[in-house]
Each structure stands twice: as C-alpha cells, then as structure tokens.
C-alpha cells in the first residue's frame, strides 16, 4: 500500500511516514475505511446512551442506523455524480464504482435525513427527537472520519508556508493547510456546545438546527481553502450548501424558539 511521509513543521511534529492501510489474512485494510468504521461505532454507542433522555430505544436507534448507513452511502455517491456529471456521462457504468472514489458527506447526510424521517413517520416516533440524538452522533463520526483524509493525505488545502498548523506532505512536497484538521477541530467545538445548549432547548430538533447551523458555517469556512472542491459559479458548491444550513438553520432555530414561547 501506499506510504505518504508527513509533517507538521509549524508545531515541529515529523516528519513521519504513515501506510494508508495493512494487509490481513490476505485482505488489504485501508485506515480510511477504519476510520469511518470506528466514528459509526463510537456515534452509535454514544448515541445510544443519549438517546434515554429523549424516550428512544437502542433497539430503534439500531434500526435507524441500519436503515441509514445504505441511505447514507447510496447520498454520498449521488450527490457527488450529479454535480459531476461531465465525468460519468459518457460511462454511466462508472457511477456504481464507488470504490474509485467519489462520495460527498452533505449527500450522506441527505441520504440518511430521507430514510430517519421515512422510519420514524411509519413507526409513529418523534422525528424531531430522533434528529436531535442523531447530531450528536453525527459530529462524532465527522470528527473521527476526517483523520481518514490525514492518512490518505488527501481533501487539503491551499498551499501555504506561514500558517501555524501548516502540513507539509514529504512525498508531492508541499506546504498546504490541513483541512482536514481543522474541520475535525471546529467539529470538537460543535460538539461541545451542543451540550451546553441542550440544557437551553425548548422544542424537538432544536439541536439538530445548531448542529446544522454551527456546522454549516465552519464548513462554509474551511471549504474555501479546500483545492479539491465541486464548484457552483464563483463559489464551491459546499460553500453554497454549507451557507444554506446555517442560515435556515438560524432561521428555524429562531422562529421555533418563538413559537415555544406562545
């Protein structure tokens, strides 16, 4: 497998060389995959001790997990075609070789929001509160997830030689900043005041809204430093997404605060 050497010369970290993977009876293991395995794993247990606040089951939460993760793939990989159609037109074979790389995590998102809100109508279950537990599993997975991108050395940013956190990638020699990093960072951040802000909620996926609103405008920020990004016009089409979320989240947040009050 593919070895990258690394370092962080601002923070005088490496350099270092790192595998993207290992090999295992036979079977070759990328740390990616390993990564995003483990923020499902984490965001589920996680979840699921959350979960007893909001009067859901773990055996529900299951359900939702198992109907989301295919929902969330099959998202991932449609939104990353559609606006990348100029790729696949003249192959659409090619669209179904998700192991070639090409997925979006707002088409995840997107994907396993249509399959929670399908279940929980036909189970009779507070879609809100559903939501509500699920951002938190959500930034878990996103935290982890994007150490995948560092060991792919893959999904950073614009060349650079001053900042601080600066990754220099030993192999391509380059300067660049870790996106990657800082997106996990802000993620942290979210996390964090999620909680703070949970003891202040006052309607069913009010948290949900701060997730998507904290998390759009942090992402809206770093994306513009991102070289490898789907573009829509002069902005990239995450910028575009990302500020969606926040203000309708904003805006959502505000107006369903309001009404609580009534």
């Not at 279940?119 to 537990?133: A, N, Q």
């Not at 309708?248 to 605060?257: A, F, P, S």
Request: proline share 2%; hydrophobic share 50%.
């Amino acid at each position: 497998m593919r070895e990258n050497t690394i370092a962080f010369p601002g923070l005088g970290i490496g350099p270092f060389t790192i595998s993207e993977g290992f090999h295992f009876f036979g079977l070759s293991i990328h740390w990616y995959g390993v990564c995003i395995a483990l923020g499902i794993i984490l965001a589920y247990l996680y979840c699921k001790k959350k979960a007893v606040r909001y009067d859901i089951s773990s055996d529900t939460l299951l359900d939702v997990l198992l109907y989301g993760l295919p929902s969330a793939i099959v998202g991932a990989r449609l939104y990353y075609v559609i606006f990348s159609w100029a790729d696949y037109k003249n192959d659409f074979l090619s669209v179904f070789k998700i192991w070639e790389g090409g997925i979006a995590i707002y088409g995840a998102i997107i994907g396993a929001f249509i399959s929670t809100f399908i279940y929980c109508r036909k189970k009779e279950i507070s879609f809100g509160k559903m939501l509500d537990v699920c951002a938190f599993g959500l930034l878990i997975g996103q935290i982890i997830g994007r150490w995948g991108n560092f060991i792919n050395a893959e999904a950073y940013g614009a060349l650079t030689e001053t900042a601080i956190f600066r990754m220099k990638l030993v192999n391509s020699g380059i300067t660049v900043h870790p996106t990657f990093l800082y997106e996990s960072l802000w993620n942290v951040l979210v996390f964090g005041l999620l909680h703070l802000y949970e003891k202040r909620q006052t309607f069913n996926g009010e948290l949900f809204l701060v997730y998507a609103s904290g998390y759009g405008l942090g992402r809206m920020l770093v994306e513009g430093l991102r070289e490898d990004s789907l573009w829509l016009g002069a902005l990239r089409i995450s910028q575009w997404v990302a500020g969606v979320c926040f203000i309708v989240g904003i805006v959502l947040i505000i107006l369903g605060r309001k009404k609580a009050k009534q």
